[in-house]
């Protein structure tokens, strides 16, 4: 029979002792680490209008801490990412491709490698095949436009992946446009380059596989490779230390649902303590 609000009131002033015992150790953990990994990606509040930025220790799986904002003057004046920035000296930073990012990244940690994301750089050419993809359909009768856009997923899927049925219904779609066809084997030749590239050869053959793209004279798919060449080498660096945002990801959907069942927490110091305690909790006293 506690009213709600005496619950609350009982819940955050747990929460303003156990969080910061738990992030103090999820600090020198990241301090202690050998060849830390430092993971930087956002997610919404408000999409497209205001966002916070995660600051990961990729190697351990935990949440450094939560920043206003994505752009550079946001992270470069915070106060707690200052601390953290002191604090550690990382092997290797991995983002997706803004610009903000790099910049704080390469200002505030220069001896780190900078990594582009695999899984932000691989939506770039599924992007592409998605665009000629619907160029292609506009040409085609209702049945095969139709056939196209229902089977559009297996697109995305990696070639070694599928399933007989699978791979009969994916040739049927190549069978549609030898454009489509190239873009999609053009996309499954940078998934081989991720798997199988070392750090001697990635440069090489990254740009080997650039020159390819070209000479298939597709549009959508130069258009895509500008972003290639002008992130080259932070492409290719993800074979100096292969990790990647993937558990960065997850944890933001943990947070995305924390965001929906709490409608916005108004008090600030609460919603990060409480979004710690969702992305921290292996290092919560038993």
């Known amino acids: 029979n506690v009213p709600y609000t005496s619950g609350e009131r009982f819940i955050k002033e747990a929460l303003s002792t156990i969080i910061p015992a738990v ?7 990241a301090i202690n680490s050998s060849k830390l990994v430092i993971g930087i990606d956002d997610f919404a509040i408000r999409k497209g209008h205001t966002y916070n930025t995660g600051i990961h220790d990729l190697r351990n799986s ?16 915070n106060e707690s990412l200052r601390q953290i920035v002191n604090s550690v000296s990382p092997f290797a930073v991995v983002m997706d491709l803004a610009k903000s990012y790099h910049n704080f990244a390469q200002e505030v940690f220069p001896n780190a490698i900078r990594i582009a994301d695999r899984f932000h750089v691989n939506r770039y050419i599924t992007e592409a095949l998605h665009s000629i993809r619907k160029r292609v359909s506009r040409n085609l009768n209702t049945y ?6 229902q089977n559009k997923k297996l697109l995305e899927k990696r070639n070694d ?14 069978r549609l446009s030898s454009e489509l066809k190239e873009a999609y084997w053009f996309k499954e ?22 020159q390819h793209g070209e000479s298939l004279d597709i549009s959508e798919v130069s258009q895509a ?19 990647t945002n993937a558990a960065v990801e997850g944890k933001n959907n943990k947070i995305k649902a924390l965001q929906r069942r709490s409608y916005f ?3 600030r110091q609460s919603y990060e303590y409480r979004i710690y305690l969702e992305c921290n909790c292996e290092f919560l006293p038993a």
Do not use: P
């Open 144 to 149: 095969q436009s139709k056939f196209l856009k």
């Open 265 to 267: 927490l108004r008090n």
């Open 161 to 174: 992946s599928l399933t007989k049925d699978e791979q009969s219904v994916l040739e049927t779609i190549l």
């Open 225 to 243: 490779l500008k972003t290639f060449k002008n992130w080259k080498i932070e492409i290719a660096n993800y074979h100096q230390c292969r990790f």
């Open 23 to 29: 992030q103090n150790q999820v600090l020198d953990t």
């Open 62 to 77: 935990t949440l450094l801490t939560v920043v206003r904002g994505r752009k550079y003057d946001e992270l470069i004046n």
């Open 189 to 210: 030749a940078l998934i081989e380059w991720y798997d199988y590239s070392n750090k001697t050869n990635a440069m090489n053959l990254l740009e080997k596989w650039i």
